[in-house]
T-cell receptor, first 113, second 110 residues
Framework: NAGVTQTPKFQVLKTGQSMTLQCAQD?????MSWYRQDPGMGLRLIHY???????DQGEVPNGYNVSRSTTEDFPLRLLSAAPSQTSVYFC????????????FGQGTRLTVV | AQRVTQPEKLLSVFKGAPVELKCNYS??????LFWYVQYSRQRLQLLLR??SRESIKGFTADLNKGETSFHLKKPFAQEEDSAMYYC????????????FGTGTLLAVQP
């Protein structure tokens, strides 16, 4: 089982560049989300989606866009990268309804110089 | 506002010693709480959830609504327990959002 797959694993960007972090899941989960992990701050929710065509903002959405055209994919776009976006990014998926386990990708380590 | 607090950034114990990782939460609704663990070079994964009332790898956690706590405990720590532990609160309902604490790094010394 692939579970949740994130690409790339590592990325270095220059300030002002744009890029898309890919996330795909093969468990037919309705709910998907993006987190960033920073030292001393834990995981903070960036955006989430409760199903195809539906997205919403989390705690720290500024500078990021998402879309959900299919159940499987939930890409995260950085519009104009800034050094403050240097972080480790995690994608997660879970069943929408009820108390369900979140399955995480392996993470993308992004450095913005 | 919903919040999860893990007061310890680092907890260092010797092998065989008891472990307690603290977690307190703030939530006006009925809480659904989880512990997630991240071992070195591995992805974040579920350790246990309060609704299951189960013991996983010797760890247990009891929800105390009076003290708004969900501390993680293990009577005898093992070196392989060394990892980053996150307490998380689920908003449940239609959104199923997870709010994470800042995490505690558990280091078990030989």
């Amino acid at each position: 089982n692939a579970g949740v797959t994130q690409t790339p694993k590592f990325q270095v960007l220059k300030t002002g560049q744009s890029m898309t972090l890919q996330c795909a899941q093969d468990m037919n989960h309705e709910y998907m989300s993006w987190y960033r992990q920073d030292p001393g701050m834990g995981l903070r929710l960036i955006h989430y989606s409760v199903g195809a065509g539906i997205t919403d903002q989390g705690e720290v959405p500024n500078g990021y866009n998402v879309s959900r055209s299919t159940t499987e994919d939930f890409p995260l776009r950085l519009l104009s990268a800034a050094p403050s976006q240097t972080s480790v990014y995690f994608c997660a998926s879970s069943q929408q309804v009820g108390i369900s386990e979140a399955f995480f990708g392996q993470g993308t380590r992004l450095t913005v110089v | 506002a919903q919040r999860v607090t893990q007061p310890e950034k680092l907890l260092s114990v010797f092998k065989g010693a008891p472990v307690e990782l603290k977690c307190n939460y703030s939530y006006s609704g009925s809480p659904e709480l989880f512990w997630y663990v991240q071992y070195s070079r591995q992805r974040l994964q579920l350790l246990l959830r309060h609704i299951s009332r189960e013991s996983i790898k010797g760890f247990t956690a009891d929800l105390n609504k009076g003290e708004t706590s969900f501390h993680l405990k293990k009577p005898f720590a093992q070196e392989e327990d060394s990892a980053m532990y996150y307490c998380a609160l689920s908003m449940g309902g239609a959104t199923n959002k997870l709010i994470f604490g800042t995490g505690t790094l558990l280091a078990v010394q030989p």
